[in-house]
C-alpha cells in the first residue's frame, strides 16, 4: 500500500474528526482514552487548534498517514522536541482496517526521513505497552532499540494494569 505524511493542517479537522471517531474504540484497546469530551467536535476543534499552534512554534509536529486518494489512515507525530539536543518523543496510531499491512513502518521511515531533512529531530524515543508486540516489532523495523524492557511505571487501559518498555533512535554520522 502507498502511503504519504502530510503535515496536520486546519483543512483536515472534520476528516481527522471523523477517523479519531471511527477508530475510538479500537484505540482504547491499547492506549489511554482521550476522554468523551474530547469527541465533541467543538473541544475537538480547540485541541487541534493547540496542537498547530505547538506545531507553528517548533515544539511538535503531527503528521496525517494518509493513502494516495487522501484518505486518513493513522497519524504520526514528534513532540515535545527538545531545541538543545534535537531530542523528541515519537506516537503514532493506526486506524482498524489499516493495522498489520505495513502502515506503521512504512510512515515510521518516511517520518524519519522528513525529520532528518528538515531537521527537526536527531534522536526520538518512543514507549508501548509490554503487550503490544505490533508496535514494538514496528520500532525494532525502523532501526529503534530497546532501552527498558523493566519499567515500574504502568498504564491503565479498559481497568488493566500495564507496564511500558521503552525504545530509543538516533541520527549516526
Do not use: C
Not at 471511527?22 to 476543534?45: C, H, M, Q, T, W
Not at 496525517?64 to 493513522?74: F, M, T
Request: charged share 25%.
Amino acid at each position: 500500500m502507498e502511503i504519504l505524511l502530510e503535515r496536520l493542517n486546519i483543512r483536515d479537522a472534520e476528516n481527522l474528526f471523523n477517523f479519531e471517531s471511527e477508530n475510538k474504540d479500537f484505540f482504547e484497546i491499547s492506549i489511554p482514552s482521550r476522554g468523551n469530551d474530547y469527541y465533541n467536535y467543538a473541544v475537538f476543534l480547540d485541541r487541534l487548534n493547540s496542537l498547530l499552534d505547538e506545531q507553528t512554534k517548533g515544539i511538535s509536529y503531527y503528521y496525517l498517514i494518509k493513502d494516495k486518494n487522501g484518505s486518513i489512515l493513522g497519524r504520526i507525530n514528534v513532540v515535545d522536541i527538545e531545541q538543545s539536543n534535537g531530542h523528541g518523543y515519537l506516537g503514532y496510531r493506526i486506524g482498524q482496517s489499516y493495522t498489520g499491512k505495513g502502515v506503521a513502518s512504512k510512515a515510521l521511515k518516511l517520518l524519519k526521513e522528513i525529520i532528518l531533512d528538515e531537521g527537526i529531530a536527531n534522536q526520538l524515543s518512543a514507549k508501548t505497552t509490554i503487550n503490544n508486540i505490533g508496535s514494538q516489532k514496528v520500532l525494532e523495523k525502523n532501526g529503534f532499540n530497546l532501552v527498558n524492557k523493566n519499567d515500574e511505571s504502568t498504564v491503565l487501559i479498559n481497568g488493566q494494569s500495564f507496564n511500558f518498555i521503552h525504545y530509543y533512535w538516533e541520527v549516526h554520522n
